[in-house]
């Protein structure tokens, strides 16, 4: 990767995780968005409270799912986000 006027000069291995609510499509799909939403946000909360426990970063957030990264650089969070 480079930046503006050069390279970053660093190179690590970082950690990747997918991680969603398994069968929450047929849950939710005769509910509403409102009561879905319900159902759904305390199950990201708490994914995405794991991960900044673990002093990860969510990448992404993606309806009933998260990417998170763990150990990658501050430059390449902001640029995810």
């Known amino acids: 990767m480079e930046a503006r006027g050069g ?19 047929a849950l939710i799909q005769d509910l509403d968005p409102e009561e879905a939403w319900r159902l759904i946000d305390p199950v990201v909360t708490l994914m995405m409270d794991a991960v900044h426990h673990y002093e990860g970063y969510v990448a992404k957030f993606l309806g009933d799912g998260i990417l998170a990264l763990f150990g990658a650089p501050k430059y390449l969070t902001r640029h995810l986000g």
Do not use: H, Q, Y
């Open 7 to 25: 390279t970053f000069g660093e190179r690590k291995t970082i950690t990747a995780l997918f991680a969603d609510m398994a069968g929450s499509t």
